[in-house]
């Protein structure tokens, strides 16, 4: 079983900056493609970044400049640095991991973390 635990978070001023980390166990080979996505109410789920396996890192047209993601493989964690915060960035903040080879059925499945509410006040 693979479970994403998230961690960052809450509320923040506009303008202001807020990390969010993301780690993934349990018996895991490999992760094609780390990331997060957001969904704010009425809305729907949408990709912010994300991290494929060979480095190449695709961010929100939204995002690109304000937020930076990184992954360390060898620990299965992401993380997104948030700055420049706007109101419109309020969203519940998902972790994702697609393409993740599991041991020992050799299984390839994708996984959402729980969320982390981001909250940014004007």
């Known amino acids: 079983q693979v479970q994403l635990v998230e961690s960052g978070g809450g509320p923040v001023q506009a303008g202001g900056s807020l990390r969010l980390s993301c780690a993934a166990s349990?018996?895991?080979?490999?992760?094609?493609?780390m990331g997060w996505y957001r969904q704010a109410p009425g809305k729907q789920r949408e990709l912010v970044a994300n991290?494929?396996?060979?480095?190449?890192?695709n961010y929100a047209e939204g995002v690109k400049g304000r937020f930076t993601i990184s992954r360390d493989n060898a620990k299965n964690m992401v993380d997104l640095q948030m700055n420049s915060l706007k109101p419109e960035d309020t969203a519940v903040y998902y972790c994702?991991?697609?393409?993740?080879?599991?041991?020992?059925?050799?299984?390839?499945?994708?996984?959402w973390g729980q969320g982390t509410q981001v909250t940014v006040s004007s």
């Open positions: 994702n991991a697609e393409g993740v080879l599991t041991t020992p059925l050799w299984r390839e499945s994708s996984y």
């Open positions: 349990g018996s895991i080979f490999s992760i094609r493609a």
């Open positions: 991290v494929i396996s060979v480095g190449r890192k």
